[in-house]
């Protein structure tokens, strides 16, 4: 690294993140998103590459990033409007999912954010832009971002989106951002749309998923791992019981999702939905240790202890086949030397480039985290 | 040069549409075309344009008027019901005025002026009528081929006008008759079996002599002129009739809008009721029988009919109390792409609803076809297979009536 | 804010044509000086009835369901993905505009044409391809009529949510164009979250498909900005729309108060149980009596307010839904709760809700309609200042909402040709927006941005949040051909700071 400027040292300083671990980089932890963009203008013009941490959960995903600078939410990590009746909640994205969740239960609302390892914060969240479970019936996590908040990688604190619950005004900033892994800025704050949470809720085992995502209506999830089908029912007590009759199974009460899998190699399998059973099947044979599949869905996370390089690339091409994707959420190193976390290109590359170019133009925000180089 | 006739459509008239574009999904033309230029509302648009002096009556004009069916349906979509098939008409009389020697020159001067002249009509049925006899309907070139759609003309060509029926008994009332152009000649069956019912239900039917056709055709080419003078005459003729019997959809439907042909228009038309409400009404009395019966028939419906003056259940009613059990064919009642003379002027759009009607008839599984207009019958007949028999509803209660 | 369907002679005639602001890129007029007349080589491409330049049609496809007008040079009419990419490289190498365009039934000007442009009409693509049951999806063509989607796909149990009050003649990519709503988003979101993909022809005139049936592409959610851009980012010429499972149970019902504030308490008091009912939907007393002299929907025309509410789901859980709703009715003094006894009265309930500017067409030869979105607990209170406004100036204004999304659609009704009232009905109509605005809520909640609210952007946005706007249509479209003036307002490209 060149030699900093007194000024921007200076600044570090003033913003250093105590709780961080001293690893020799420059840890910060802005309290504003003024401040987060006063940081990127200085990284900027001093060529520094940031990297953006939040509960640390998510990062192993993508292309491995040298920082020079790391800057943290932890500073940014409180509710700073829920409207319970408007079913809104404005939180910083250093707060944790579990915390954020956990405070939505006292008024039986949820933002239904994914089932995350402990720690995990909103703005990872939102991100990586994972869903959780649950996205069979609310959709996927990006249709609940309302709002963020940034620092762009051009320096500038913006707005995207609109604090209501519908909105058709201007471009989707808030669409965009939400899944582009800090490529583009520091998310600030985010205003999700909140849901209420069922007032009963009940885990039924099944003996056919795809049997039970054509029977029952619109339930949570449809689960199947090395264990069985789960189906995830919620509703009104007498709805969750009748379902449950419908399925012709026993159920008990509440969502008891798999465990998370914890294995040094993970990959998430995405493909159509209609495919998941095929893709099942397909994986079974590798012989994993750990596997979730999400019917109605499309996606299929597995865990390995370990994994040939070719069963690897057979499941990538069997999945890019059915114009799906398989991503390496972790220990791409163990699979192979140079394994591409992502596997290929986004379409329309050259409007992806652009877009990174228009918001980070001195090219330092997690720079070649997203596939094809972004 | 902007309008020039009386018939023109108004700025009133023209800025009762709001450019919603609720009639775009039931407009035929533009279903099959997707073009803003063939639906209803960019007609008014071209209009507008018009009478804002924007553009002239040209040749484009008349070609985006000219798509248009006349079949209505708009005026049922639209929130703001704009009378559109009166702002065509008008639209179609400045083309006529301005552009008289445009592609549609024959139609109008046919429909205009031959039509109104009772002999020159006998003598085409005349002359048709003897064709369909040698079977000579093969070498006919292009749409006059059509011909083997017609029903057979009787010879020597019948005519109503001057006649007058008594029922059995004490008449529970009078009724007037509009015999019409064409229908008398080619379509006297139906006549026929209107009189006939009526007669059965104890009304006198009077056809006068003096009237002549009621205009709808001459209306629709442009020949406005000659369209209200064919009003003024029927106002005359049928003065003093409480009602005035019609049972061709395009005739009632043109002459229950004849407020805007002739002085005492509105008066008539008041008093004009199609032969299927009349029927209906009178078996809801049970002044008719109702016949038992369930042979299932395809129902199809004319435009005039339906969208014009929102009759659909009647010919429903009087197919049931004729012992049939109605189909259905098209939820929407989508124009079949007779449109009387628009066949002749553009074959190809008709052909494409034409198949299309038919396609959604054979969907039925059925070879027995209601339709309560003669240009409907004509062109199901000549799209469906030779095995098919389409009849008016009015006929079939009429067979059933007799049989009994 | 916008004036919708307004009488006023210069938007019904074609002759109010919008200019475009100059800018630095795309939206200079002078851009467009055309050297090469692409006439010859659209006949070519397409044959002469797919191919307009007449001004009698150049006037026809001048504007859509909204007030202004613009002026294209041509229309063409492709009919396929390969045409619209032939089309668009045409265009390119001649330096001509292109505006997107479907049904035109768009109320924000969004496909009224810039000057000397290429309008490509879209209506002709109009297959439904490729039906999923089990993914419960479909590929579709951009010209496939929104109620014709549910329909074709009723006897397979699904149907496509987003629900406009245009749903029987707006087109799927006009719902994409504008990312469109309708009482049914309440519970399922507007047109964004049920569209998985998109295959689109680039600025470039090449073709590309983003997002898909598998999750979670890798790469930037293009497909999130392609929705509601309003044709500024690329021309759909496929979409993969998500479908929903048909509720085996619906419960209609008819809420009516005595007054407007009743009705609203009775909407917060059901969001707050935390139950989000499928639709609520509110009229107040001037729409009811407009509505009922229109339908004969046998809407009370005494009440001060009527709300419609929608339960769906398993008949287990619809049972108590309907009945909390219906407790909760009674408890804000609801004068009568009437309950759908089956389709013919679901339908009818509904055709009188989205019927309801078409009725209002009658009562008054001039509208003037807004879309504005308030956070639901401000509902009551931006309401009152809507009233409050209207009686300040006078205004006969009539209301129908999305109450349980807080969007309003408030609307006046007037004659144009009283001398200012024109001027005074869009004053109001701007402080309307401007109340909105300072509750916290935004312009537009599913009508888009199009012309008519491109000028009021700066009042929910900051010349930064618009840069960052600007840099992503640039990103797409960097020549500026993809319908230029709509949706950013003049200067939103900060250039000084860019060029730096």
Redesign the interface.
Known sequence: MTTLRTSTLRLFERLRDERADDDGRFVVAPASLDEAAALMTVAASEGLAVAFLGGGTHSNIGNPVTADLVVTTSNMASIIDWQPDDLTVVVGAGMTVDDLEATLAERRQTAVLPETAPGATIGGVIATGVSGYRRLRYGPTRDRVLRVEMATGYGKAITGGSLVVKSSTGYGVQRLVTGSLGSLGLIGTVALKLWSRPISTATVPVTDAAGALATAYRPLAVLETEDGARCYLGGTEEEVASQTAELASDGSAGLSWPEPIGEPIRLSVRVPPHDVGETVALIREMDPTRWIAQHGVGIVTVGFERLETDLFGDLRSWAVSRRGSTVVLDGAELIGDGVDPWGHAPAAIEIQRRIKVSFDPASICNPGILPGGL | MAWVTDFAPTTVE???C????????VCPTFGV?????ASP??RI??M??V??R??EV?E??AE?MGLCLQCRACEV?????VQFGRLMEGARAEVAAQLPDWRTVATRTVFGRAIASRSAVVLLSWVVGAVQRMHLASVLPGSAAKATALRTIPLPVPTTAGHEWLPEGEPIGTVGFLAGCVMDQWYSDVHTAVIQVLRTAGYRVVAPKNQTCCGALAAHEGAAYDAAKMAAQNVEAFDGFDLVVVDSAGCSAHMKGYGHWADGGDDLASRIIDANELIATLLDADLLPHIEGDTPIAVQDPCHLRHAQGIAEEPREILRAAGYSPVETDPAGTCCGAAGAYQLDHPEMSAILGMAKSTQVRATGLNLVASANPGCEMQLKAHLDSGTVVAHPIELYWDALRSR | MHVANSCADAGRSGSEVFTLPHDRRGDDPGRYDVTMDPTVELIDLLGASRVHTHPVDRIIYAKDSGVTAGDPAVIVLPDTTEEVAAVVRIASRAGIPIVARGAGTGLAGGAVPAPGSIVIVLTRLNAIEEVDEIGRTAWVGPGVVNLDLSRALADRGLHFAPDPASQQSSTIGGNVGTNAGGPHCLAEGTTAAHILGVEMVTADGDVVIVGGEAPDEPGYDLRGLIVGSEGTLGIVTRVLVRLIQNPPDVVTMLLVFENIHQAAQTVSDIVATGLVPAALEMMDQPMIVAVENFMHAGLPTDAGAVLIAEVVGHPAGTVVEAALIEEIGRRNDAREIRTAADDDERALLWKGRKNAFGSIAQSAPDYYLSDTVVPRTRFVDVLDEIYAIAERDGLRLMNVFHAGDGNFHPLVTFDASEPGMSEKVINAAHDMVHAAVAAGGTLSGEHGIGLEKRDLMHLVFTPEDLDAQARIRDAFDPEGSLNPGKILPAGARLTEERDA
């Open positions: 023209l800025n009762a709001i450019d919603c574009g609720l009639c775009l999904p075309t997707g073009d803003e230029s509302r960019g648009a071209a507008r344009a009478d804002r924007l553009v040209d484009r004009f985006v979509a639209c929130p703001s019901l």
